[in-house]
């Protein structure tokens, strides 16, 4: 399956986003960053935004943020440990007992470059958390998502994914872990599996869209939080000031997950120089992202390694 044509969009700004009333939106990692910016620009048009957090307390307290300064915004938060494979599936369940329908999923939640660290069940903390969790719960809330009203997968992922590779015969890192590669690693798998999504769900007829996005280089703590050396220095320090703001550089995904012409199989970053910051534009995937046989051999270790099986078909021969 070929990459949908390229399309120019010009000067999008969140003022565009259209009206959202109605909707149902789960934003993973939406206390700080990229997801409270996004969680902020969607309540602000109507949406019922469901802030899906790993700290409960972090979560209320954005909830409040937002809330003062938008009294009718319609959130909620609840607690999601994307490391934590059973946290994903009671997230789900509770989801599914309580929503008839959703209509917006954002994988935006992330963990950058922090020193080699192993989950509960043994997976690479970054591979886990940024891929493996996303991985899961798409596929756990994607029947609520079929009933949704222009329901769509938003996938983020970054300009790295295009240095990355998946290491399948070291995935945890044991025989040589770097926090930067492995970093790009996830990236790498996030819009494989965004990819991989789409061209499933294509063939299957499905109405969902799989739409990516991408940050371009934004200041959050994203670089602060969990890097280590050099890593830290150069881009929660040195780098700072050429950083855009969280709500700069939430454009991309909130275009992608409202825009009428956000087609899915589409990759939406900032459109300046090298992609770094700027209004929202169609970008290009890197080819390892969109290769059939690395993007089937990730899709059916990611459900080895979750217990997840997606509800459509692998789209026949390739």
């Known amino acids: 399956m ?19 009333s109605g909707r149902t939106v789960v934003v993973t990692g939406a206390n700080s960053g990229l997801g409270l910016a996004t ?28 809330s003062s300064g938008q009294p009718d915004a319609r959130l909620e938060v609840r607690l999601l440990d994307l490391t934590d494979l059973d946290s994903v599936r009671a997230f789900a369940d509770r989801l599914r007992s309580d ?19 192993l989950t509960a069940r043994g997976h690479e903390l970054q591979f886990a958390a940024n891929h493996l969790g996303h991985f899961a719960l798409t596929g ?6 079929a009933g949704g009203d222009d329901p769509r997968v938003v996938t983020v992922t970054s300009t790295n994914h295009r240095q990355g590779k998946i290491f399948f015969d070291d995935l945890t890192g044991e025989r040589a872990y770097s926090p930067m590669r492995f970093y790009n690693q996830s990236k790498l798998a996030n819009a ?19 739409v990516l996005a991408h940050p371009g280089y934004t200041s959050t703590n994203l670089q602060t939080s969990a890097p280590v050396g050099m890593v830290k220095v ?19 995904q909130l275009y992608a997950a409202t825009a009428p012409d ?7 970053g900032p459109g300046g120089v090298a992609e770094l910051r700027g209004a929202p534009k169609q970008v290009q995937l890197a080819s390892a992202a969109t290769d059939p046989q690395a993007g089937r051999r990730l899709w059916e270790l990611s459900e080895h390694l979750t217990g997840v099986r997606f509800p459509i078909p692998s789209g026949g021969e390739l």
């Open 99 to 117: 929503l008839g329908r959703l209509d917006v999923l954002i994988n935006n939640a992330g963990v950058m470059a922090p020193p080699r660290t």
């Open 192 to 210: 494989s599996f965004g990819w991989e999504l789409h061209r499933r769900l294509a063939a299957a007829g499905s109405a969902v869209r799989s």
């Open 140 to 145: 756990l809330l994607l029947g609520l998502l």
């Open 262 to 268: 956000a087609a899915s199989g589409h990759f939406i």
């Open 39 to 66: 969680t902020k620009a969607l309540a602000r048009r109507g949406a019922h935004v469901i802030l899906a957090v790993r700290d409960e307390s972090k979560g209320r307290r954005a909830a409040t943020e937002i």
């Open 234 to 252: 150069l881009f929660g320090h040195l780098l700072a000031p050429l950083a855009q703001s969280a709500a700069q550089g939430a454009l991309p």
């Open 2 to 20: 070929s990459a949908p044509q390229r399309t120019p969009i010009r000067g999008w700004t969140a003022d565009q986003i259209p009206d959202q």
